[in-house]
Every structure is written in C-alpha cells, then in structure tokens.
T-cell receptor, first 114, second 117 residues
C-alpha cells in the first residue's frame, strides 16, 4: 500500500498547548498537503508545502518537510477547542497529472480540552 | 463561490433500492472526485473525472456508477448495494490543470452519510 502513516493516532491536549503530528510517506513527492476533518464532515485543505520547501507557516500552523526522511510534521500553536478534529496528510501521485490522485495518511485524531 | 455542495446529507436505502448522490461545484474546476470513507479511516479514492471524462476507476464494484453530466455536476448512482457499503461518501474537485500546477489542493464537499440496510 502507498498509504502514508501518521502518528500519533490520537492526541489529547489542553487549550493553549501546542499540538504536533507527524506524517511519513513512501514515494517521491511534488508536494505534501495537510487537511482537517471535523467529525463526520468533509475535509478542509489547510496548507500545501512543495518538495523544495523545508518549512511553511500559515497563521497558527507550521509545517515542516524532510524529503530525505520522507516525513512531515504539522504544528498547531496555542490550540483551541475548535481545533478538535482529525488531521490527514496527503501526497499527490506523481504522474497522475491533471487528475491529482491523492494518497492520504492514516490520520491523527486531535482532541483539545477546554 | 469556493464551495462544493452534496445532496442528500443523509441517505438510508435498502439493498434493492436505486438512489443517486449529487455533487456540484462552481469554481470552474475540471477535475472531480468521489471518495468513500469508513469510520476512523482516511478517504479512499473511487473515481476521478477529468474534463467530464472518467479517467480513474479504482476497481470499484459496478453497483456504483458515476456520471458527469457537465463540468459542474457529478453524480454517483447506487444500485443493489450491500450493508458494507455504508459509509461517508465525499465529493471533491480541483483545478485539473496539466503540468506542475496540477498537483494542487482539492476542495471537498460535506459528504453524504449512506446507510444500507
């Protein structure tokens, strides 16, 4: 399976704390994307980091990418109860062209306690 | 409009029923996707349409039949489903441009929660 792995599978923190989740993938990539999914809802794109980038910020989100280790991390700073969700990393299959086939990681379930 | 809409939100059907899921986007995207997601699992790709033509079928059983009537609409026709087909069905779209810019983000709808009795 090409599916990526994420750890931890589940993470519970207090409001105001930082949350870090990690993603490992198996193939060469053009970019790596992170998505959030609130319970039973659709996925929301959070951030995209290209293979030639090492770090990217967006608001309270910080993403790092290490292509030599085939891994990425997502840091959410100063977490809020509203950040409670599942977080998935996803990598496009190179060669899938305009159809942009994504391979999703296994996901991290984040619970932020108020 | 940066929204993907899906109807219905919930669907309960028997194994002999025929039903359809609908998806719509008005972002001018030329690639549209159907995913199936079981509880506590990542989405699994089912079908991809590119410029209204089916470009990927991930070996999905024929009881699922996709249709793309135009560039904004995507349907998934369901017939003779099994209880194990109960899941959240997600539609997504992306720009669908060729070249390096094609590997960009996908926009997801809220999903249809399907229960097969």
């Amino acid at each position: 399976s090409q599916q990526g792995e994420e750890d931890p599978q589940a993470l519970s923190i207090q409001e105001g704390e930082n949350a870090t989740m990690n993603c490992s993938y198996k193939t060469s990539i053009n970019n790596l994307q992170w998505y959030r999914q609130n319970s039973g809802r659709g996925l929301v794109h959070l951030i995209l980091i290209r293979s030639n980038e090492r770090e990217k910020h967006s608001g309270r989100l910080r993403v790092t990418l290490d292509t030599s280790k085939k891994s990425s991390s997502l840091l959410i700073t100063a977490s809020r109860a509203a950040d409670t969700a599942s977080y998935f990393c996803a990598t496009p299959v190179i060669g899938s062209g305009a159809t942009n086939k994504l391979i999703f990681g296994t996901g991290t379930l984040l619970a932020v306690q108020p | 409009d940066t929204e993907v809409t899906q109807t219905p939100k919930h669907l309960v059907m028997g194994m002999t029923n025929k039903k359809s899921l609908k998806c719509e986007q008005h972002m001018g995207h030329r690639a549209m996707y159907w995913y199936k997601q079981k509880a506590k699992k990542p989405p699994e790709l089912m079908f991809v349409y590119s410029y209204e033509k089916l470009s990927i079928n991930e070996s999905v059983p024929s009881r699922f039949s996709p249709e793309c009537p135009n560039s904004s609409l995507l349907n998934l026709h369901l017939h003779a489903l099994q209880p194990e087909d109960s899941a959240l069905y997600l539609c997504a779209s992306s720009q669908g441009l060729a070249g390096a810019s094609s590997y960009n983000e996908q926009f997801f709808g809220p999903g249809t929660r399907l229960t097969v009795l």
